[in-house]
Structure formats: C-alpha cells, structure tokens
C-alpha cells in the first residue's frame, strides 16, 4: 500500500509541483493551503508523513504551530520543513519541535525531495522490522550481512559501515554477479550523486574490507557498465 504524505503549502504553484513529483514515485498525496485546513483533515487521520512550509499565508509560523499539534497526536510520525527561511535560529527551532529533517526551497530539488522522502521511509521500516523474527540474512562467501540489523560481517569479523555504504552494498549482494549501474546503485542508496561519488563510496568500502582481509575482490569494477559482487 502507498504512504500518504501530507504536504502543507500556501503557494498554489509550488503545491502542484510539489505533488506531481512525489505521486510519479507512487506516493498518496493529501495536500493543504494553510493550517486550519491540515489540522481538520490530520484530526480524522494522521498521513505517514507531513511536509510542512513554515510561513502559511497570514501566519509568520503557521508551520510551527503545525507540527506543534502533530507531535501531540503522535510522537514518531516523520515530519520535514521544507520552507524559504534558511536561518540557523529557524533551522534549529524546527528540529527542537520535532521534525526529522530541514530543508530549504532554494537549495531542493524536485528530484532531490522524493529521494529523501524514500530515505526516511526506509529508517521507518528499519526501526519497525528489527525483530528477530523478520531479520533477514544474507550470505554470500565469507559475507554475512543482516539487512534489518544494519549489521556486515566479513569472515566474523564486523565491517563498520555507513548508512550509505551498507544500502550501496546490499544492492550488490542480493544479485551476486549481477551488474548494478551507477543509477541503479544511486536508486539503492537514496542520493543523488555524481559517478564519482558512487565510485568514491564503492572505493571505501573496497578499503574497509581489505582491512579485515588484504586478499578481498569480491567487488569488481565493470568499465562503462558499473559494479557487481562476485562471490
């Protein structure tokens, strides 16, 4: 089933955009123009998500105030800022409200936000699938890696990976010999990047395996194709 993202905007154009780009990614948009409209709808059903400007026609923090109610209604549900006002003071007083994230127009993209929407969607199924009874486990060689857990293993030893790393690696485990492109790796791990970033982060990675084993190849470069895991 499709999340329901709430998205609280007084600027009729930037709504429309807004919601075209996160409905081509298979997201339920509910969207709203000010702030008494949100809370009478968030009232009857909270959404999985809600994105809220901050300055919401006559109301210099009518966003504020939103997420104020939000929190009182449900303490975890993700909510991100995304606004004109690009102050520290601002930015600091959003996170201290609650929100998971503070993004600015000026500097978001329409390709950018529903990539980190994904990304916090994922750290919510993180946070509710690490029983012991979903963990899933990969093996592969000498790899163990327990996909819920966030957790690597290389011949028993843990390898220590970022949040970005492990998603890089994951995608190249889970087909082992399968070449994953740029793209697909980028997709994966929720940025958007260069291909030099991806190559900078798979180089990394390289590293930190080869601290644990000096012998370790198991991910090959494939010139003008991208990367594969060979077991």
Same mark, same amino acid.
């Given at each position: ?74 303490? &975890?549900?993700?909510?991100? @800022? *995304?606004?004109? %006002?690009?102050?520290? /003071?601002? =930015? ?5 409200? +609650? ?7 000026? &500097?978001?993209?329409?390709? @950018? *936000?529903?990539? %980190?929407?994904?990304? /916090?969607? =994922? ?5 509710? +699938? ?102």
């Amino acid at each position: 089933m499709a999340y329901t993202i709430a998205l609280v905007e007084d600027d009729e154009r930037l709504r429309a955009n807004y919601s075209q780009a996160l409905k081509r990614q298979g997201y339920h948009v509910e969207s709203y123009s000010g702030r008494s409209e949100a809370q009478a709808a968030f009232a009857r059903q909270l959404p999985d998500l809600a994105i809220l400007d901050i300055m919401l026609g006559e109301e210099m923090e009518g966003g504020f105030e939103l997420c104020r109610e939000i929190r009182k209604a449900s303490p &975890t549900l993700p909510i991100i @800022f *995304l606004t004109a %006002r690009d102050s520290d /003071l601002d =930015k600091v007083s959003g996170l201290r409200l +609650g929100a998971w994230d503070y993004l600015t127009k000026n &500097t978001t993209t329409l390709d @950018f *936000l529903p990539v %980190r929407i994904a990304t /916090l969607f =994922k750290m919510m199924e993180v946070l509710k +699938g690490n029983s012991p009874q979903e963990e899933k486990v990969i093996h592969s060689g000498s790899l163990r890696l327990q996909e819920q857990r966030k957790e690597v293993f290389w011949k028993d030893a843990p390898l220590n990976l970022t949040l970005t790393e492990f998603w890089l690696l994951l995608s190249l485990v889970q087909h082992p010999g399968h070449v994953k492109s740029h793209a697909q790796l980028m997709e994966a791990a929720s940025v958007v990047v260069t291909n030099n970033a991806i190559a900078a982060h798979i180089r990394r990675i390289r590293e930190k395996f080869r601290e644990l084993d000096p012998q370790f190849d198991c991910i090959r470069a494939e010139y003008g194709m991208g990367y594969r895991w060979v077991e």
